[in-house]
């Protein structure tokens, strides 16, 4: 069980950097970034196409001239251009964070001795 005093020292700890919260808070951040953001862009999205007038015509519109004035070739070409656009995007955000949690990994291996 924690002491009162012990408490203290821990929120002192961490108010002052000696403890770092960073990794958990780091892989947290992680997944907000690169599940529930893209999830939630989708879903404000459709959510805006609904109820506001001007996002769905200027969806119709859009879908409309995509698939009218482009040929099935490069309607094709930029489909998997924007999947593989995408899948790079994650990539560089999984990098960033494995860049960042093995920067503190390295900081405690060092503090530590």
Same mark, same amino acid.
């Not at 012990?6 to 992680?30: H, K, Q």
């Not at 959510?47 to 506001?52: A, E, M, T, W, Y």
């Not at 698939?67 to 489909?79: C, N, S």
């Given at each position: 069980?924690?002491?009162?005093?012990?408490?203290?020292?821990?929120?002192?700890?961490?108010?002052? %950097?000696?403890?770092?919260?960073?990794?958990?808070?780091?892989?947290?951040?992680?997944?907000? &970034?690169?599940?529930?953001?893209?999830? &939630?862009?989708?879903?404000?999205?459709?959510?805006?196409?609904?109820?506001?007038?001007?996002?769905?015509?200027?969806?119709?519109? &859009?879908?409309?001239?995509?698939?009218?004035?482009?040929?099935?070739?490069?309607?094709?070409?930029?489909?998997?251009?924007? &999947?593989?656009?995408?899948? %790079?995007?994650?990539?560089?955000?999984?990098?960033?964070?494995?860049?960042?949690?093995? %920067?503190?990994?390295?900081?405690?291996?060092?503090?530590?001795?």
């Amino acid at each position: 069980m924690r002491t009162p005093a012990r408490t203290r020292n821990d929120i002192m700890d961490l108010l002052t %950097f000696e403890t770092l919260i960073s990794i958990p808070v780091l892989i947290a951040f992680y997944y907000l &970034g690169a599940v529930v953001m893209p999830v &939630g862009a989708w879903i404000l999205s459709l959510i805006l196409i609904r109820r506001v007038a001007l996002a769905r015509q200027a969806a119709e519109t &859009g879908l409309e001239l995509f698939k009218t004035a482009l040929p099935w070739r490069w309607r094709l070409l930029m489909i998997l251009l924007f &999947g593989g656009l995408f899948l %790079f995007m994650e990539l560089m955000w999984r990098l960033m964070f494995e860049y960042l949690i093995a %920067f503190m990994q390295i900081r405690d291996a060092l503090v530590a001795h």
